[in-house]
């Protein structure tokens, strides 16, 4: 068994959706009633499990999805203050709500902040109603908007707007105007989700009786590059791949991740990293349950990273970051060094190596050119 310390980096995952959106294939658990109660004693009963190791200064708290805000807001509020009277946090932490529009009403937004939110990632997804309907979202165009407002009015400065691209060509959907409408909100921080096709989910189903074509490479790489574009112009950085954000915006608690710091999940499906081992809990909301309420760990199985699996890592993680890798541990690869950087893929920075936009686009290739037998590019 490996030894995992608490650190100052929690995710907590709350499981609970209204329904199941077309292309998602996440543990989730559909409720028209939230078991909040039972919920929030199970994950303070895992919290308590992790014992003596409580005490180190919290940085950051994430709640994810699932859809964290259809627990209702007094039930956030008893885990939070759970989790803050268990932690000393004498910085400020950064604490991180994903919500999806149709549950951000006024009433809702002051509970969170009174409760210490002061980040929310929002669903979007899309401006466009017809491609809403199509992702099965509950909320439509206006009610994103509504939501920015709402969160606004409740005194939220750090709100994420979540988009997704490269829907199949038969939606026509307006990219440009999807960028412009979000960049109209003014979000701090934009995510953006190039849509996968995953076995098993409704898209996966309507791709195979040909109802809609499967998202193409080509129209992945044309949107991404025109979300770069767009959002650079309107004073976003890209500081991941698939993230930008305003000056002193970036996500903390994302970039810890990204940057390869240990962090404690709790919850159905929460996965933990200790810097060489991850462990990660049973994934269906009532196989955790059963093991929490046995008195059992919910604690699904563990790896410990090989040296191969930690180098693979450190590589793709780098380089998935605006900062880029140290050059240092892939010099001797010069030869791919050299024909990536012909390629306009990456390029060197102060003893670092980055991608490029076009680089980004094809981050697995260079990981795998940069971490398999040398001489491969
Ligand atoms: S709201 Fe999020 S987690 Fe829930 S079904 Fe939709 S995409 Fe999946």
Redesign the pocket.
């Known amino acids: 068994m490996v030894i995992y310390t608490t650190v100052p980096h929690l995710y907590v995952h709350i499981p609970f959706?209204?329904?199941?959106?077309s292309?998602?294939d996440?543990s989730?658990a559909?409720r028209r009633r939230i078991p909040a109660r039972q919920y929030v004693t199970a994950i303070r009963t895992e919290l308590e499990m992790l014992g003596p190791v409580w005490g180190q200064p919290l940085e950051t708290l994430y709640l994810g999805?699932?859809?964290p805000s259809l627990l209702p807001a007094d039930a956030l509020t008893t885990l939070l203050q759970y989790v803050f009277h268990r932690t000393p946090s004498p910085h400020e932490v950064e604490v991180t709500l994903e919500a999806?529009p149709e549950d951000v009403t006024p009433d809702n937004a002051a509970a969170w902040r009174g409760a210490g939110v002061n980040r929310v990632s929002l669903?979007t997804q899309s401006f466009d109603d017809r491609v809403l309907r199509w992702m099965?979202?509950v909320h439509d165009a206006a009610r994103a908007r509504d939501a920015v407002r709402t969160l606004r009015a409740a005194g939220f400065a750090n709100v994420s707007l979540d988009l997704i691209f490269a829907v199949p060509a038969d939606l026509e959907r307006h990219w440009a105007r999807d960028l412009d409408e979000a960049v109209a909100l003014a979000p701090e921080h934009l995510s953006l989700y190039g849509l996968t096709v995953e076995p098993r989910t409704p898209l996966a189903r309507w791709i195979a009786r040909g109802a809609t074509a499967a998202p193409s490479d080509e129209r992945y790489a044309d949107e991404y590059l025109l979300a770069h574009e767009r959002l650079s112009a309107a004073g976003y950085a890209f500081y991941e791949v698939s993230n930008a954000a305003r000056d002193g915006r970036r996500s903390r608690h994302n970039s810890a991740y990204w940057t390869g710091r240990p962090y404690t999940g709790a919850g159905p499906a929460a996965h933990s990293f200790n810097g060489r081992a991850r462990r990660w809990n049973l994934s269906a909301w009532e196989a955790y349950l059963q093991a929490i309420e046995a008195g059992r760990s919910p604690v699904e199985s563990e790896e410990v990273l090989s040296a191969e699996q930690q180098e693979l890592e450190r590589v793709y993680l780098g380089l998935r970051t605006s900062e880029g890798l140290p050059l240092g541990g892939v010099r001797h690869r010069s030869a791919t060094l050299t024909a990536l950087r012909g390629k306009g893929w990456l390029v060197e920075n102060a003893g670092r190596l980055q991608c490029t936009v076009e680089g980004w686009l094809r981050l697995d290739a260079l990981v795998a050119a940069l971490t398999g037998p040398a001489g491969a590019s």
């Open positions: 959706c209204a329904r199941r959106c292309y998602c996440f989730i559909v999805g699932g859809t999806n669903g099965h979202r």
